[in-house]
């Protein structure tokens, strides 16, 4: 039973495993596996090498490449990835075909690091099982396979050791890919050097050169080498005599077999079957491991990927100076007077109670749509709570629809940690100042058991009533009406016109500036338009070091200025709190305490007298916003 038919439970393309190996027996398989070392040292052999495995180390078995695994006198902690060819092909069709070398003798090779940190992220996603993982994970090994292609892919043979080589004319990495594929697909065939010149449209004298450049050795010995190691599966595999072992990989006689045998594997055929034969995989020897627990298995994915980023080198933080004048005749870009809609449900209402018509007038919420399925109206105890619902609503003023379907805004949407973040709040700022529509319809509440605090759903208060960035997001552009001047990138200017209170009526009207600055990167907003886990999009906020200042110049005529900051910081929510715990699937603070974690902008207001011009800065380090309101005191 050497052949190992390798189960994906639950249809899921991956079969991921933390173990502590004592011995896995010699067995192949058709999928590709990787082997990654997290802990010790193992012994692997795979095909004709023996090779010491240390933390660090990632083996990659392509398939029906003989392997098996056992411990050393150090204690080891590996993981197995096992990638579904059938579904992966879809994305990679030469993926069974590929030979994949990501064994280096390099610690510190810069592509290997990359990798390890790949896999690190999937085996931490996979381990821990946070929402969505599945498709996360699938995404995840789409970029490994990407990676592995396009560095770790073909190979050269040097004094007989496989090792990587690199070719940067695509149309030499091609030939030489059809030659290796072509030989292991028909090795147990009559091959010869002027068919493959033929099906390559070269000389024979060229091609036999081209290979023993790009590959170290003739194609003579590669084709030897090639039924070589595709005669280990018969000969492990079955009693067959060696004769006939040899006649099936395509050799021509036994001797021809056994002298390249011998000249790879380092003793004769007969010598191997004695000497393996007896360790391969069946049902009286099967593996011998233990899987690591959850616990222990995301401890020391964690601590890995820590220590990793405790090595990188520090990334090159920008420190970007911008000074901007605004003048008092440019053109308006757009009319900025947006009005608010609210999705809610009776779940909504029940968990909330009171406190929810202070969150309707803390966002200056004009409609509502009760979203109430038919489900609901069909019982009597809710149909009744939601009329009670209905009722009080338009008491107070609003003007209420109620909807079988969802609104539309907030339907069929996809689950996403940004949705958590502060991510959520520059999209937020970003949309309201380009939209042209009128009317922002935004789900109030996260639905669900308040148990679980992040979700990654697209509203503004967690299911325990914990305001998200998107919420204070949406309270601060409530009020801003005007026109928007100025629209950058990193910067928006808003100009509006104000009313003086009553004990100034007779004072004429006064101009009021709302500035918006964000401080962000491509790789922040695209985001938003992935289905990114809680792991990645900390990682990515983290990773965004980049100080941003921008000193503003605002012509106003002489008087004093209120000038109230709002500062929006990735330190000051709800996602931070629950990063600092490694993002609980239940969070182990009692709600009284829960609701006394501040996440909310901080607040700075000053008074400032000016002569016709006023100066105002704004300075963030990483991911923020800055909201300046300047009004005139009169």
Not at 195 to 212: A, G, K, N, Q, T
Not at 271 to 296: A, C, K, M
Not at 334 to 339: R, V
Not at 518 to 547: G, Q
């Given at each position: ?413 996809r689950t996403s940690a940004v949705y958590d973040s502060i991510v959520a709040a520059i999209h937020i700022f970003r949309t309201y100042f380009s ?200």
């Amino acid at each position: 039973m050497l052949f190992e038919k390798t189960i994906y439970p639950d249809d899921f393309p991956l079969n991921i495993q933390i173990i502590q190996v004592d011995e896995i027996p010699f067995h192949y398989h058709q999928d590709v596996e990787l082997v990654y070392v997290l802990k010790g040292e193992i012994r692997l052999k795979n095909g004709y090498y023996n090779y010491l495995l240390k933390e660090g180390d990632i083996f990659t078995n392509s398939g029906h490449e003989v392997h098996g695994l056992r411990a050393t006198d150090s204690d080891n902690v590996i993981a197995v990835i096992q990638i579904s060819n059938r579904f992966f092909t879809q994305y990679f069709p030469q993926l069974p075909k590929a030979c994949f070398r990501t064994y280096v003798n390099d610690d510190r090779y810069a592509r290997l690091e990359d990798l390890r940190g790949m896999l690190l992220h999937i085996l931490l996603d996979y381990t821990r099982k946070s929402f969505n993982y599945k498709s996360t994970c699938i995404y995840q090994m789409i970029d490994i396979i990407k990676y592995l292609n396009q560095y770790f892919n073909l190979f050269a043979f040097e004094n007989q050791v496989v090792v990587n080589f690199k070719n940067n004319n695509p149309v030499i990495v091609e030939r030489i890919s059809h030659i290796i594929n072509y030989v292991y697909e028909n090795y147990a065939n009559r091959i010869t050097l002027e068919e493959l010149s033929e099906r390559e449209h070269l000389s024979s004298f060229y091609l036999s050169h081209l290979i023993h450049a790009y590959m170290g050795i003739s194609f003579q010995k590669f084709l030897c080498f090639a039924r070589s190691e595709m005669s280990e599966i018969p000969l492990l595999e079955t009693n067959d005599k060696i004769s006939t072992v040899a006649k099936k990989v395509g050799f021509s006689t036994t001797a021809y077999y056994e002298k390249f045998f011998r000249e790879w594997f380092g003793h004769s055929p007969q010598e191997h079957r004695v000497l393996f034969q007896t360790h391969i995989l069946n049902e009286s020897n099967p593996p011998r491991l233990q899987q690591l627990t959850e616990t222990l298995s995301v401890g020391l994915i964690a601590r890995t990927l820590a220590a990793m980023a405790d090595h990188e080198i520090s990334p090159t933080i920008q420190h970007i100076q911008l000074n901007v004048s605004i003048a008092d005749d440019v053109p308006s870009i757009l009319h900025l007077e947006h009005s608010f809609t609210a999705v809610l449900t009776l779940e909504d209402y029940t968990f909330l109670g009171s406190r929810l018509f202070g969150l309707l007038m803390d966002l200056n919420i004009e409609k509502i749509i009760l979203y109430c399925p038919q489900e609901a109206q069909d019982n009597s105890a809710s149909s009744f709570e939601f009329a009670e619902m209905h009722h009080r609503l338009r008491a107070l003023g609003y003007e209420v629809t109620v909807s079988e379907d969802s609104a539309p805004e907030c339907s069929g949407y996809r689950t996403s940690a940004v949705y958590d973040s502060i991510v959520a709040a520059i999209h937020i700022f970003r949309t309201y100042f380009s939209s042209l529509r009128t009317n922002v319809t935004l789900r109030l509440r996260d639905p669900g058991e308040p148990q679980k605090i992040l979700k990654g759903f697209p509203a503004c208060i967690t299911s325990c009533g914990i305001p998200k960035p998107a919420f204070y997001a949406y309270q601060l552009l409530k009020n801003i009406r005007g026109e928007l001047l100025y629209q950058e990138k990193n910067y928006y200017v808003i100009q509006s016109q104000q009313n003086p209170v009553t004990s100034y009526i007779n004072k004429p009207s006064y101009t009021s500036y709302a500035i918006v600055v964000m401080n962000y990167n491509d790789d922040i907003e695209h985001l938003y338009t992935r289905s990114t886990d809680v792991y990645k999009t900390n990682e990515s906020i983290h990773a965004f070091m980049d100080e941003l200042n921008i000193d503003f110049s605002l012509p106003v005529s002489s008087s004093q200025y209120m000038i109230a900051k709002y500062t929006f910081s990735n330190e000051h929510s709800i996602f931070m709190h629950m990063a600092h715990l490694h993002f609980p699937e239940q969070c182990p603070m009692p709600n009284h305490w829960l609701s006394l974690l501040n996440t909310s902008p901080q607040t700075q207001i000053s008074i400032e007298q000016a002569e016709n011009e006023l100066n105002i800065s704004a300075s963030i380090h990483g991911v923020g916003i800055n909201m300046i309101i300047v009004e005139e005191i009169l």
